[in-house]
């Protein structure tokens, strides 16, 4: 079956614009996960969806970072005036199960996002 | 807090030869622990996970892992490295609240011809 999705692939920008990431999770997950990875570092967690709802925002940096799913399947990772630091990829992951941990979660290709 | 690091940033091993990639752990209570490997340009996949039960877990493209409690540790092994399985690779744990991964800071293989 399909698996996680992510667009655009590649995002060039410059330093305080707005841009929009999205996911697609695979198909009946109800759970889904941002993260961020700079270069030569592991994923950081951002944000965690269980359905509709963010269960665990403590990821997110500042409050120009901010994310929905409001059908419990898509989700967008939106970024306000965009500042040169967060030029990285931006990872999502979608899992059968998200309370308790006991779900693999899956990861798309990720989006490479540079701002100028 | 959970945490986990990977000594090792970058190893080198001659195609053929046996890989150990190691990993430690902080958490309070049982981990849960995986494994995945990115290669360029790609995203992460997945390669083994240990929830309970046997201590020495079966992954895929033949690689294997061992939880030692005692040492905090769920170190990558494979007995002959293939030159494709250059990549780099992280260890993750489960933190407490609601299944968000923390990775270590990856470690990187290269294979010798």
């Known amino acids: 079956g399909a698996g996680v999705s992510q667009t655009p692939s590649n995002k060039v920008t410059e330093k305080g614009k707005y841009v929009e990431l999205r996911c697609d999770p695979i198909s009946g997950h109800t759970a889904l996960y941002w993260y961020r990875q700079s270069l030569g570092q592991g994923p950081e967690f951002l944000i965690y969806?269980?359905?509709?709802?963010?269960?665990?925002d403590s990821g997110l940096p500042n409050d120009r970072f901010f994310a929905v799913r409001p059908e419990g399947s898509v989700s967008t990772l939106k970024i306000q005036r965009t500042e040169r630091g967060d030029s990285a990829v931006y990872l999502c992951?979608?899992?059968?199960?998200?309370?308790?941990?006991?779900?693999?979660?899956?990861f798309g290709p990720g989006t490479r996002l540079l701002v100028l | 807090a959970q945490s986990v690091t990977q000594p090792d940033i970058h190893i080198t091993v001659s195609e053929g030869a046996s890989l150990e990639l190691r990993c430690n752990y902080s958490?309070?209570?049982?981990?849960?622990l995986f494994w995945y490997v990115q290669s360029p340009g790609q995203g992460l996949q997945l390669l083994l996970k240990y929830f309970s039960g046997d201590t020495l877990v079966q992954g895929i493209k033949g690689f294997e892992a061992e939880f030692k409690r005692s040492q905090s540790s769920f170190n990558l092994r494979k007995p002959s490295v293939h030159w494709s399985d250059a990549a780099e690779y992280f260890c993750a744990v489960v933190g407490n609240q609601g299944g968000k991964l923390i990775f270590g800071q990856g470690t990187e293989l290269s294979v010798k011809p």
């Open positions: 958490y309070g209570a049982t981990p849960y």
């Open positions: 992951a979608s899992s059968l199960i998200g309370t308790g941990g006991a779900g693999t979660q899956y």
């Open positions: 969806f269980q359905g509709t709802g963010a269960a665990d």
